[in-house]
Every structure is written in C-alpha cells, then in structure tokens.
C-alpha cells in the first residue's frame, strides 16, 4: 500500500497533517513549537490518560508525531494549527521541504513549501475549481496534476475529489503515515503553544 493510501475513500471528517522531509519527529514538533515539558514517547493509555481531557478541544493543540520514509509527520487530533497561519509551514520547511495535508468535512487544502518559502497552496474552499491561494512557485506541480487528470489551467480537479488528488500529490513526494502508527505503537506526543 502507498504512503497515504489507507486514507482513501475513508471518512475521515478533520485531518490536519503536517511532513518534514529529513526532519526526526522532534525536530517537527520543535520546529511547529511543541512545549518541550509535554513531549514524550506515550502508548496508546498513556496518550489518552495524558491527553484524553482535551484531546478533542480545537485550543488545546494535542498532536502525535513519527516517522515514515524520509519524512516526519505530525497530526493534530482536533487542530488546525498547520493551516491557521503560514508562518508554521515556513519555519517547519527551513533546510528543507514540508507538506500540509489538511480537510475538514468541506474543504482541503494542500500547501507545499521548501526552505522556508511557501511555493505552492491548493484549496478546495474556492470551489467549484481548482484554487491557487498563495505561493512563490504556483505552477510547481502542474505536471503532476495533468498525470491525476486535473486541468490546472482550466482549474479542474478532474476526475478525483480535492481530496484524493492533495493525497496523490503529497505521496508523490514520498510522504506517507502507516495506519498502525496512530492506532497501536507508541508515539511521540506533545502540546503545541500558542503561537
């Protein structure tokens, strides 16, 4: 199975993901500003008697962290930190390249950036098509999306969802999570701070 193929077709109603290529899990949880007193490697018990209280509350910013491949991942369980502000995916991508993968049960966005420049942002929030945001380098994955049968000139998403496709694009780069990962091994865990 690919890197994010278990997410296919899932319902799965908030995921709020963000990659670092090259990056361990605590150097992500670093960069996107984990308090350094909350983090910890915790089993599933564990996260949920540290956690369970707010594990559910958009504030409280509870994430787990590992490794997949070259990439580090975060997930936020009931956040949206990665996309409330560029500013995270910017210093996430120092030195290197990160992904956000974020949907919510209406829109999903995908924003790309390396070295800390954001290059490239798709949302689906602009619907019916396919929506440059922002971004230094907006036609960076063209050819990638004509592969998956989007239009990127017509701002077509073609034959898949918003969804399907920010999920073709981001494992193209070889980003992925294993399923398993955040159902039963233990995780690096943390609160972000307030930024």
């Known amino acids: ?14 995921v709020s993901l963000t990659f670092a290529r090259g990056l361990t899990a605590l150097q992500l949880l670093e960069r996107m500003g984990a308090d350094a ?4 490697v915790r089993d599933q018990d564990e996260f949920h008697d540290e956690f369970g209280s707010r594990l559910f509350e958009m504030d409280a910013y ?15 369980h009931a956040s949206c930190r990665c996309v409330e502000d560029t500013r995270l995916i910017s210093d996430v991508s120092k030195g290197t390249a990160a992904v956000v993968l974020h949907f919510s049960e209406g829109p999903a966005t995908f ?30 994955f063209d050819s990638e999306l004509r592969n998956h049968g989007a239009d990127p000139e017509a701002r077509e998403y073609g034959p898949l969802s918003p969804r399907a496709l920010f999920l073709r694009l981001a494992e193209g780069l070889g980003v992925g999570l294993a399923h398993d990962d ?11 701070t307030a930024r």
């Open 1 to 14: 199975m690919t890197g994010l193929g278990w997410m296919f077709g899932k319902d799965l109603p908030l």
């Open 182 to 192: 955040l159902d039963t091994a233990p995780l690096l865990s943390a609160q972000l």
């Open 62 to 76: 509870v994430v787990s962290a590992g490794r997949w491949g070259d990439w580090a991942w975060a997930w936020e």
């Open 37 to 40: 007193a909350s983090v910890a």
């Open 111 to 140: 924003w790309y950036a390396e070295d800390g420049q954001l290059l490239t942002a798709f949302s689906s929030e602009a619907s019916p098509g396919l929506e440059d945001l922002i971004g230094g380098a907006p036609s960076r």
